[in-house]
């Protein structure tokens, strides 16, 4: 510097300081204002079109920050990724030299495109990064540019593009270079901050994608994910998927006031929360529960609730949070199990008392017809009254048992599969067994209400035997029990069940309306289930209408519940409907009497194996008449007896007995006798249970369900002979 004029080393001074003011005022230059001020200091000693610091990239390309000086001052591109001219990085950044080109017209496309915006010519300076040890404040600059190419490796490009071509020859080139080593500096720490926001800002990216994707999570999650504020208990958070089960928008719940507390269908539930809440502000967890949800637009849900504290370093409650899982499938699957349990319990009771009531049923019922026999006998002499109301009564006696015995049946439907379609169905008349169910319940009716009638003409409709009348007199008390006691008999005649029938030929149509008190909106989907009753374990189990169901749908038909009911003024009481289809040709159904028993032209040999000594003296004398009967108390006396020598053509057998059951007796005589293993008819108190059911398919062997008629007997008795005759050897068959 020593040969320059005192005038320009002077100047220099000037400019060198004045850059040197900017970088050292500024921690980051590549910012706009910044990058202003240097394109400022710069421009009022080296006059310029454009000034631009270029970063080399990976892949050969750079990083610009550039200013224009035209009319107007703009900054564009800045910290722009632009393609690097070839001669240019290849003398700067790798032979570390300036490059200047004398006219962008002939360059490559990007020097082109510079000519276009009016720069025709630049000059390219290495700018080097501090040398170790130098400061980063207007010293450290100053020490730089004295040290020159004694700084470090070269980390940028000055640039200053002229308006005219071989503009650069015109240039303080002495200058420039001073002012590129001035930058080293400036553009060091730029960079270093450059890099610490770049790396804060996508650590802060980072961030806030982990927070989206944690928040995306909690959204999606099947749960119900809230917390509350210690302090008032009230929600700061819930996730959108609360919105989605519950109906009610996040915002509005947020913004309600106890809205968890609320959503508690059951005051149950309501206190499970309020006490998990007040246990969590202590900083205590508490035991999960189980309650119903409000949906709005929607049916209840079952959730498992689960509220615990979150609590700082020092102990303090800072939060509560809690989880609300939907569990209605595995709800409605656990009650489903236990209803299974319950009704399998149910089943093996049946079972038992079953055979406790159809064994003295079976003997009162062949007593019955026994006591018919006799009076009507040629020693017995009656009046015409006294004989037709004796037969009226043991008419009546009859009906009576066999109704004892339809009750326990209708265990069946809880205890055993339902049978085939169409099975053991007759044609019924649907309003006598409106009458019947009305002279069965009449006494409960009428101490609370009036009873209206409107029967029309309806056709028959194909039923298993005695259903109809079950699910009848159930609507029937179920109307009377609806219907509070009055106070007086005026008060009795102001309230009504109305019995209809209706048919348009293709359907039948029997409606049970009362005027009681009705059943609540929430409960009517409900009242079909097994056990669901409002009536109090002392009135109610809650089967009735769950096996009404279930033996109208078998039939074919439908059930339906309104409440209030239908024109009703004021609205009240229920209604319900049974919808049949009309029977078809009568040869679809089996013949509701007993067919005339087909007689043998000879005696057969018949041993009773019956456990209960009346019945089975019962069925002797009874079948004596047309047979030649012998009776064995047990299996094992039976066997007795066939050891003896003696013969049968018939066994007519119990299934249940003391020691050896009917099932293990028929299996010895099948290994010892197969022939007469084929005149067995099994009788049972107990038509139902798997186990049964599978004896009776294999051996494929007839049944009489007690209680029977002598009538029933004996036709069964002529059928396994006939048959077992016609499939004798030398028979003609």
């Known amino acids: 510097m020593l040969d320059v004029p005192a005038s320009e080393r002077s100047c220099r001074l000037v400019a060198l300081n004045a850059v040197l003011t900017v970088v050292a005022r500024h921690s980051n230059l590549l910012l706009p204002r910044p990058f202003d001020e240097l394109a400022g200091a710069v421009g009022r000693f080296a006059p310029f079109h454009l000034l631009a610091v270029l970063f080399p990239e990976p892949e050969a390309g750079l990083l610009a920050y550039a200013v224009f000086r035209g009319e107007t001052l703009s900054a564009a591109p800045f910290g722009a990724r632009i393609p690097a001219p070839a001669t240019l990085f290849r003398r700067v950044f790798g032979e570390e030299k300036a490059f200047s080109c004398e006219s962008t017209r002939a360059g490559d496309a990007l020097e082109r495109m510079g000519a276009a915006e009016g720069c025709l010519s630049y000059v390219a300076l290495p700018v080097r990064s501090a040398p170790p040890g130098a400061g980063t404040g207007a010293a450290g600059a100053r020490s730089q540019a004295a040290a020159g190419a004694a700084g470090g490796p070269v980390i940028a490009a000055l640039v200053l593009g002229y308006a005219e071509a071989a503009g650069a020859e015109a240039a303080p080139t002495a200058l420039l270079e001073e002012l590129a080593d001035a930058l080293g500096a400036g553009l060091d720490r730029s960079l270093r901050v450059v890099a610490g926001e770049r790396e804060a800002a996508e650590r802060l990216l980072r961030i806030r994608e982990l927070e989206e994707q944690h928040r995306n999570l909690l959204d999606n999650a099947p749960l119900i994910i809230f917390r509350l504020d210690p302090e008032t208990g009230e929600l700061s958070f819930l996730n959108r998927h609360a919105e989605r089960l519950l109906g009610v928008p996040v915002a509005e719940a947020l913004r309600t006031p106890g809205f968890l507390a609320e959503a508690h269908a059951d005051p149950e539930g309501v206190m499970c929360f309020e006490d998990a809440v007040a246990r969590a502000r202590l900083g205590a967890p508490s035991s999960s529960y189980e309650a119903r949800l409000r949906r709005r637009g929607g049916d209840a849900i079952t959730a498992r609730g689960t509220v615990y504290p979150l609590v700082s370093d020092r102990g303090r409650v800072v939060a509560i949070e809690g989880v609300l899982a939907d569990v209605s499938t595995e709800h409605a699957a656990r009650t489903r199990l236990i209803q299974v349990d319950r009704l399998s319990t149910l089943g093996t009771l049946a079972a038992g008392v079953a055979h406790e009531i159809n064994n003295p049923a079976a003997f009162i019922l062949l007593g019955l017809d026994m006591l018919d026999r006799l009076l009507r006998g040629p020693n017995v002499r009656m009046e015409g009254a006294a004989a037709s109301s004796a037969s009226e009564l043991l008419q009546e006696l009859r009906d009576s048992i066999k109704r004892i015995v339809d009750i326990v049946r209708d265990l069946k439907l809880f205890a055993s599969p339902p049978q085939p379609e169409g099975s053991r169905r007759t044609l019924t008349d649907a309003n006598r067994t409106v009458e019947s169910a009305l002279s069965l319940t009449r006494g409960q009716i009428i101490e609370r209400a009036q009873i209206v009638k409107n029967l029309s003409e309806v056709p028959p409709v194909l039923m298993e035997d005695g259903r109809l009348g079950q699910v009848i007199v159930n609507l029937l008390v179920n109307a009377a029990q609806a219907i509070q006691k009055p106070s007086s008999k005026v008060e009795a005649r102001e309230q009504t069940v109305t019995v209809e029938t209706r048919s348009d030929g293709e359907t039948v149509e029997i409606a049970v309306t009362d005027t009681g008190a009705g059943i ?82 000879k005696r057969a040999r018949v041993l009773v194996v019956e456990d209960e000594a009346s019945l089975a003296r019962a069925l002797s004398e009874q079948l004596g008449r047309v047979h030649q009967v012998s009776v064995a108390p047990s299996a094992d006396a039976a066997m007795g007896m066939l050891a003896g020598g003696q013969r049968f053509d018939v066994v007519l057998c119990d299934l249940r007995m003391p020691g050896m059951s009917g099932d293990v007796f028929y299996t010895h005589i099948r290994e010892s006798d197969p022939a007469l293993a084929q005149g067995f008819i099994f009788m049972t108190g107990v038509g139902f249970g798997a186990d049964v059911e599978r004896f009776l398919a294999s051996s494929g062997r007839p049944l009489l369900e007690k209680p029977f008629s002598a009538e029933d007997a004996l036709s069964a008795i002529a059928e396994v002979v006939s048959s077992n005759r016609a499939a004798a050897p030398g028979s003609g068959a």
């Open 520 to 601: 609540a909106e929430e409960n009517l989907p409900r009242i079909w289930a097994p056990f669901f009753t409002t009536k109090g374990p002392e009135v109610g189990t809650g089967l009735g209408l769950s096996i009404s169901r279930e033996i109208i749908e078998r039939a074919g038909g439908t059930i339906v519940a309104e409440s209030p009911a239908p024109g009703s003024d004021p609205p009240c009481g229920a209604r319900f409907v049974i919808s049949l289809p009309a029977a078809g040709r009568t040869e679809e159904a089996t013949p509701s009497v007993s067919p005339v028993p087909r007689l043998v032209s």
